[in-house]
Nanobody, 122 residues
Framework: QVQLVESGGGLVQAGGSLTLSCAAS????????MGWFRQAPGKEREFVAA????????MYADPVKGRFTISRDNAKNTLYLQMNSLKPEDTAVYYC???????????????WGQGTQVTVSS
């Protein structure tokens, strides 16, 4: 059974940093893409960043470019999202996801975590 479990969310002041983790179990994602998405209250789920596991190729949504970094640890089968210079508009539930396509489209991802709340105060 595939499981993705996020952690690391919390409350932080604007300008601060947080690192999210997503521990994967049940299979390895060596040939897959893993991504981070977020959903704020009343809004649709939106793409944040993605990484091709075996090559490390990444892509980012424009609002987070230069501030967020996606990475993975093969040995730990864990995905990370380093978030710097956080803004109140980054407040959302953050989800990790896995799929076979290198895409920003949520519907193309097969496996999803339960989400972790990130709140940025002004």
């Amino acid at each position: 059974q595939v499981q993705l479990v996020e952690s690391g969310g919390g409350l932080v002041q604007a300008g601060g940093s947080l690192t999210l983790s997503c521990a994967a179990s049940g299979r390895t994602f060596t040939r897959d893409t893993m991504g981070w998405f977020r959903q704020a209250p009343g809004k649709e789920r939106e793409f944040v960043a993605a990484i091709i596991w075996y090559s490390g190729t990444t892509m980012y949504a424009d609002p987070v470019k230069g501030r967020f970094t996606i990475s993975r640890d093969n040995a730990k089968n864990t995905l990370y999202l380093q978030m710097n210079s956080l803004k109140p508009e980054d407040t959302a539930v953050y989800y990790c996801a896995a799929g076979s396509a290198f895409t920003s489209v949520p519907g193309r991802y097969v496996y999803w975590g339960q989400g972790t709340q990130v709140t940025v105060s002004s």
